[in-house]
C-alpha cells in the first residue's frame, strides 16, 4: 500500500503568505532595489556585534531566565524610568521576548479568550488579526481617518462593548508614519477610563519620531500605564531586525498572565545577544541619536520624491514613507495599489509595499510604502529609477 500523506482541513484558511515576502521575492528575482520589507540594509555597530562575540567566548551560552537575564531587564527599567519617567519593577513587570511580534501574539493568547472582542485601527500591521483568530478572539476593525490616519475616536468609543477585552495601538504607526500626540493619548486614557479594556501599545520604532514631534508612551499617563502591555525592539532600535529581541513592559498583575504563556511559547530568548544587549545599552547615544540618523534619510528621500509625481504624506516617525499615487500616468489605467507595486517592481525597478495589504478588506485609497530604512547609495540608485515617474 502506497503510504499517503493525511488531509488536513486548514485551522486558517485565510492565511497566505505575507506581502512582504511575495515583494521581496519579486524585488529579488527583477534585481528590483527592495524598499519594500522594512530592515535596514546597513551594519548595526560593530561594538554591539563585538559585544554580543564576548558573551559567546565567556561561555555564556546556556538557557538564561525564563523572564530575561536580570542585568538587561535592569537596563531597560533604568531607560524607560529616564526616557518616560514610570519605573517598572525590572523582576515582575519586564520580560524579555523573542521579538516584538512573538511579545504581542504572546499578550493575546494569555488575555483574550474565546469570543472577547480585540479592536484594531486599521491599517495595521499584518499580525494583530492573526494573533487574535488563533486566540479565538473576534477582530472589531475601527478604521484611522483616511488620508491623515489619524485616530477617530468617536468610532473608537462606539466600537468598545461589554465584550471588548483589548484595544491595540501602534505608535509611530506601521504602516503611515503617522504619531499620537499627547493630546490623541489623553482622549483614549479618558475613553478607557470607565472600563476594563486592556491597551497592547506596540512602540517599536519609539526612537524613530522626527522634530518638532516626540513620542508619547503608554507608560506616560497613569490610566494607559495601569492597564497597558507595553513592546519595545531591539531589532528595530539597534539595526539588528534578525536577532528577534523585544521587551514587554506591564503591570506585575499583567506580566504574571504574559509569563505564563511566554514560558511555553518560547520559553526564554538567545542568552549572548541579551549579554551583548545590556552593555551596550550602558550607553543611551545609539538610541539617543536615532531620530536625527532616520531623520536625515527621510529627508533625503523625500527631497527625491518630490521631484517626482508621487504625494508625498506627512512622514512624523518610523522608517516608512507614504505616497499618494494618484497623479501618476502609468501604461496601464485604474491599477489598484497592489498591481502598481508589482508594475513599479517589474519595470521601474523598486519595490513598494501597497497600504491595502494592512487593510482587512483591501481598501484601496491610492497609498502605498517605501521603506527608506537603507543606506544612501541604495536610497539614491532607488529614486534615480523613481526619477523617470
Known amino acids: 500500500m502506497t503510504p499517503h500523506t493525511p488531509t488536513l482541513v486548514s485551522k486558517h484558511p485565510q492565511m497566505g503568505t505575507t506581502i512582504f515576502?511575495?515583494?521581496?521575492?519579486l524585488a529579488a528575482e527583477t534585481g528590483a532595489v527592495n524598499l519594500g520589507q522594512g530592515f535596514p540594509d546597513f551594519a548595526c555597530d560593530p561594538q554591539l556585534t563585538e559585544a554580543v562575540n564576548g558573551a559567546m567566548q565567556e561561555g555564556l551560552n546556556q538557557y538564561p531566565p525564563m523572564t530575561g537575564i536580570a542585568p538587561l531587564r535592569e537596563a531597560v527599567s533604568v531607560k524607560i524610568q529616564n526616557l518616560y519617567a514610570r519605573h517598572y519593577d525590572p523582576v515582575s513587570e519586564i520580560t524579555v521576548t523573542a521579538g516584538a511580534t512573538q511579545a504581542i501574539l504572546t499578550i493575546i493568547l494569555a488575555v483574550v479568550h474565546p469570543g472577547d472582542e480585540v479592536i484594531?485601527?486599521?491599517?495595521?500591521?499584518?499580525?494583530?488579526?492573526?494573533?487574535?483568530?488563533m486566540a479565538g478572539g473576534v477582530v472589531v476593525r475601527v478604521p484611522l481617518?483616511?488620508?491623515?490616519?489619524?485616530?477617530?475616536?468617536?468610532?473608537?468609543q462606539a466600537a468598545i462593548s461589554a465584550k471588548t477585552r483589548a484595544i491595540i495601538i501602534n505608535s509611530p504607526h506601521n504602516p503611515s508614519g503617522m504619531i499620537w500626540s499627547q493630546q490623541d493619548m489623553l482622549r483614549l486614557q479618558d475613553i478607557l477610563a470607565p472600563t476594563n479594556v486592556?491597551?497592547?501599545s506596540d512602540e517599536v520604532y519609539e526612537h524613530m519620531v522626527y522634530a518638532p514631534n516626540r513620542h508619547w508612551?503608554?507608560?506616560?499617563f497613569d490610566g494607559l500605564a495601569a492597564r497597558a502591555f507595553i513592546v519595545s525592539s531591539f531589532g528595530k532600535t539597534y539595526h539588528v531586525t534578525g536577532w528577534k529581541i523585544g521587551t514587554v513592559a506591564a503591570p506585575a498583575?499583567?506580566?504574571?498572565?504574559?509569563?505564563?504563556v511566554h514560558q511555553f511559547n518560547v520559553f526564554t530568548v538567545n542568552t549572548p545577544m541579551q549579554y551583548?544587549?545590556?552593555?551596550?545599552?550602558?550607553?543611551?547615544?545609539?538610541?539617543l541619536d536615532l531620530p536625527a540618523f532616520y531623520q536625515h534619510k527621510r529627508d533625503l528621500f523625500r527631497a527625491g520624491l518630490a521631484k517626482t509625481k508621487f504625494k508625498l504624506l506627512p512622514g512624523e516617525g518610523t522608517y516608512f514613507q507614504c505616497v499618494d499615487i494618484s497623479e501618476l500616468a502609468v501604461p496601464e489605467k485604474n491599477l489598484s495599489e497592489a498591481e502598481f507595486c508589482k508594475w513599479l517592481t517589474t519595470d521601474i525597478g523598486v519595490a513598494a509595499i501597497p497600504l491595502s495589504a494592512f487593510y482587512a478588506d483591501s481598501f484601496d485609497q491610492r497609498v502605498i510604502r517605501f521603506c527608506f530604512a537603507k543606506q544612501d547609495e541604495t536610497l539614491n540608485k532607488a529614486l534615480g529609477r523613481l526619477a523617470q515617474l
Open 21 to 25: 515576502t511575495v515583494m521581496s521575492g
Open 253 to 260: 498583575s499583567l506580566s504574571t498572565e504574559f509569563r505564563k
Open 198 to 200: 486592556l491597551l497592547i
Open 145 to 156: 481617518t483616511p488620508g491623515t490616519f489619524r485616530p477617530d475616536f468617536d468610532k473608537i
Open 120 to 133: 484594531v485601527l486599521e491599517p495595521c500591521y499584518d499580525s494583530y488579526v492573526p494573533n487574535i483568530d
Open 276 to 287: 551583548g544587549l545590556t552593555r551596550f545599552m550602558a550607553d543611551p547615544k545609539p538610541y
Open 217 to 220: 508612551s503608554a507608560a506616560q
